[in-house]
């Protein structure tokens, strides 16, 4: 299991170094969207026993928003988010039991904004000054977040921290979580974004740890609901798109609003 994970991390870093750092932006574009499709349909599939509509309409529904995401065209983005609840609202009357038509819109909605309306948000990082350096810094951040709280929470984990969501999550292994997110932000600053002070970007780095560590539960409890182990099988030994977006959606988010508000 671990090779398999190994292996599959190996063949991905370069293509993703590549796509973020040297691709044109089209060619980085149509990867997140293709991404974003396959979370969308892992998603409806997951839901699908929960909903009464089909989840063709959610996944349409997903995708609309998505490519008003890549517009940028913040009038496009709120007509494909309102037509599109209003449709679901509505089409959720016909269902005889009301509350399990409440039930199928509010999971509806909860899909396509989790996933084709956060996730599309690192074209918006990418495409603003510095763009793929502050990718790179949300990727390092996680990816070094998830050694140090793997390695940690395996030799010294013993506190379940939500046992009823993650049994497999420690206070130990979030705390080595964290010690991971600091070393990223030195690495960063080292070499990704040296004319940003070092504090700042390990105070954000802290902050993107966090919302990383409650993104990753928030789809353990999704799946716990679902009664699945793995939203997919996408990706060989390590589960399905979701499974490796879920610990970035939060920290995207933050970022661009960050970026935006502050600097």
């Known amino acids: 299991m671990l090779r398999t994970r190994l292996l599959t991390a190996a063949g991905a870093l370069p293509l993703l170094i590549f796509l973020i750092g040297y691709a044109p ?43 008003s995401m890549v517009s940028g065209d913040m009038r496009l983005i709120g007509t494909a988010l309102s037509l599109g609840f209003m449709l ?10 009301p509350a399990r038509g409440i039930q199928t819109t509010s999971l509806f909605m909860l899909g396509v904004v989790y996933i084709g309306f956060l996730f599309p948000h690192v074209l918006w990082i990418h495409r603003g000054p510095e ?29 379940k921290l939500l046992p009823h969501i993650s049994p497999g999550k420690t206070i130990e292994g979030g705390v080595g ?3 991971g997110n600091g070393v990223a932000a030195l690495i960063a600053w080292q070499y990704l974004l040296p004319n940003r002070p070092a504090s700042e970007l390990v105070v954000l780095a802290l902050l ?10 928030c789809e353990s409890a999704l799946k716990r609901a ?38």
Request: glycine fraction near 14%; aromatic fraction near 16%.
């Open 208 to 217: 993107m740890g966090l919302l990383a560590q409650l993104g990753d539960l």
């Open 131 to 159: 763009g793929a350096e502050w990718v790179f810094f949300i990727l390092l951040v996680a990816m070094l977040g998830d050694t140090g709280g793997y390695v940690v929470g395996r030799a010294w984990g013993k506190r």
């Open 25 to 67: 932006e089209w060619s980085f574009s149509g990867t997140v969207l293709v991404l974003t499709g396959i979370g969308l349909w892992e998603y409806f599939s997951l839901t699908r026993a929960q909903c009464t509509l089909s989840p063709v309409i959610g996944k349409l529904w997903g995708m609309l928003v998505a490519f």
């Open 177 to 179: 979580s964290i010690c």
């Open 88 to 97: 679901i609202f509505i089409l959720s009357l016909r269902d005889r039991y």
């Open 226 to 263: 679902c009664g699945a182990k793995d939203s997919g099988r996408f990706f060989p030994g390590h589960g399905g798109v979701l499974d490796r977006i879920d610990s970035l959606l939060f920290p995207i988010a933050f970022i661009y609003y960050y970026n935006t508000l502050w600097n």
